[in-house]
């Protein structure tokens, strides 16, 4: 049986800019051949049960050659696997997706190719640069700069010059000089503006603007290196006017997100879309606890309950664990009220079309044990190692409680070096805390032989920052437990 090889463009490094389309291929992969050019933000949305088959090349140095990436290709096509080829930018922009494809016809294999936003055209737009406008140009050209070992550029520099069009050059950091060395030759006036946009729609993203005659040393002296888009022509003076990418408010910060990676989405998303480089490191998981006699029995009498009360969405995707396990579904649930300690964990109810009947004003365990309008019994369904504060203030009511721990949180059985490594260099300062257990989960992942007071912890409440001043961590505390109130307090400029 015959699998199905599907190229799909990622795009030119933000997340955001991969197409619905290619993302739905990428999510039902159970095998993903993929580049260094696609950014780590993407290659967290591969599925964790996928084989991840890294054949990242590299200006003059190619690990795997590209007839062998064709191979893989085939053979994994052959095996019946539905294999997704995972490619910066555009397969079909100078990306070498045809020749990916010819070897999968001869042999028969069925392929499609889903394009990707190449960086010709969101490189520039992001720095500030729109390739083309009705007073500067007619005409858009996309050449590659890529020069073979040994061999000259060949490019008709006089015919380009000649069409008065924006010029983006991709791949030709290397050749940039010989690039700009062709055109003045070709005719082109030195005071052209024109422009390098390096790492573009990334957070690392560096525009250099300068003239034609000018750009080859402005490049040197900063240093620029692949992957970077080359720009010349009028549009580039407009660069300074148009620049919003280099004014988001967070433009320049590595944050990192220690949510579960099913719940880093959200945080991570908001920070991403004000400019900040995101860090997915989800150094703590949630799973149902199993067996759980006490979640079985509390299941069978329901009945017995004023109130449902959760402290975390974890606690309503257990709930809905079991219900599946029994075979039950909401009805179960008749006329029982629910409590949730935050908007979070009520958004989480709505998922399943249920309504919180009781949010407390702070979004914490005390406050909600301290104000649930609760006459009869009390049923919370919370994590093993979850705060006593709950079930602290409901016995000072004399309210009855079944406290059952039918969660638990899994740890980081191994240091991230890649985490270690940017702690230790300064490049991590702010890191996100929205649990006590995410805190424990950063420092196993850590080490906590490293000194943590470089770094400032976000914390979504007092709990998760007593947590984290434990290790020595400087803090700064939400005004409200939400992930809103979180991104307020970065805003902040702390």
Not at 86 to 97: A, E, S, T, W
Not at 215 to 231: D, G, H
Not at 261 to 276: M, P, W
Not at 392 to 407: F, S, T
Request: with cysteine; aromatic share 6%.
């Amino acid at each position: 049986m015959k699998g199905k090889v599907t190229l799909v463009g990622a795009g030119p490094g933000d997340p955001g800019l991969l197409t619905r389309k290619g993302l739905e291929a990428l999510q039902a992969a159970q095998v993903v051949v993929y580049d260094r050019l696609v950014s780590p933000a993407i290659l967290a949305l591969m599925p964790e049960g996928a084989e991840k088959i890294n054949v990242g090349k590299q200006a003059s140095r190619h690990p795997v050659p590209q007839d062998q990436i064709n191979q893989i290709l085939l053979e994994e096509g052959l095996k019946g696997k539905n294999v997704v080829r995972l490619k910066g930018g555009d397969p079909f922009l100078f990306g070498r997706g045809g020749e990916e494809l010819e070897l999968l016809a001869q042999h028969g294999v069925p392929f499609e190719e889903v394009p990707g936003i190449t960086s010709a055209i969101a490189a520039p737009a992001y720095g500030g640069i729109p390739v083309t406008h009705r007073d500067c140009c007619s005409s858009l050209h996309i050449i590659t700069g890529h020069q073979r070992a040994g061999k000259e550029l060949d490019i008709d520099f006089e015919a380009l010059v000649r069409t008065k069009g924006t010029l983006v050059f991709l791949m030709g950091v290397s050749a940039l000089e010989a690039i700009c060395t062709g055109l003045l030759e070709g005719g082109m006036a030195p005071d052209t503006p024109a422009a390098v946009v390096e790492r573009g729609t990334t957070p690392a993203q560096r525009r250099i603007s300068a003239t034609l005659s000018t750009l080859p040393r402005r490049a040197a002296e900063e240093q620029v290196e692949s992957p970077a888009v080359i720009v010349v022509g009028s549009v580039c003076a407009l660069a300074e006017q148009f620049d919003w990418f280099d004014h988001l408010p967070l433009k320049g910060q590595t944050i990192v997100v220690t949510r579960p990676r099913e719940r880093a989405g959200t945080l991570s998303g908001r920070l991403r879309g004000l400019g900040a480089e995101v860090w997915e490191y989800p150094c703590i998981e949630t799973a149902p606890i199993t067996p759980c006699p006490a979640m079985e029995q509390a299941l069978a009498r329901l009945d017995a309950y004023e109130w449902l009360v959760f402290t975390s969405p974890a606690g309503v995707d257990t709930l809905w664990y079991w219900l599946e396990e029994q075979g039950k579904d909401v009805r179960v649930l008749g006329k029982i009220k629910l409590g949730a300690i935050g908007p979070g964990t009520a958004r989480a109810l709505r998922q399943h079309g249920l309504k919180a009947d009781y949010i407390p004003p702070v979004y914490d365990a005390a406050h909600l044990g301290e104000g649930l309008p609760a006459a009869g019994k009390v049923l919370a369904l919370r994590a093993e190692e979850g705060s006593p504060a709950l079930t602290e203030e409901l016995a000072k009511r004399n309210i009855p409680c079944d406290d059952v721990a039918c969660y638990q949180t899994l740890y980081q059985n191994a240091q991230s070096h890649e985490l270690r490594a940017g702690m230790v260099s300064g490049q991590i300062t702010l890191v996100t805390f929205t649990s006590a257990s995410t805190v424990k989960g950063f420092v196993a992942s850590v080490g906590e032989d490293v000194d943590f007071s470089a770094i400032t912890g976000i914390c979504i409440g007092k709990q998760t920052a007593a947590e984290a001043e434990k290790y020595g961590i400087p803090v700064k505390i939400a005004k409200a437990a939400t992930m809103d109130a979180m991104v307020d307090l970065l805003l902040e400029g702390v």
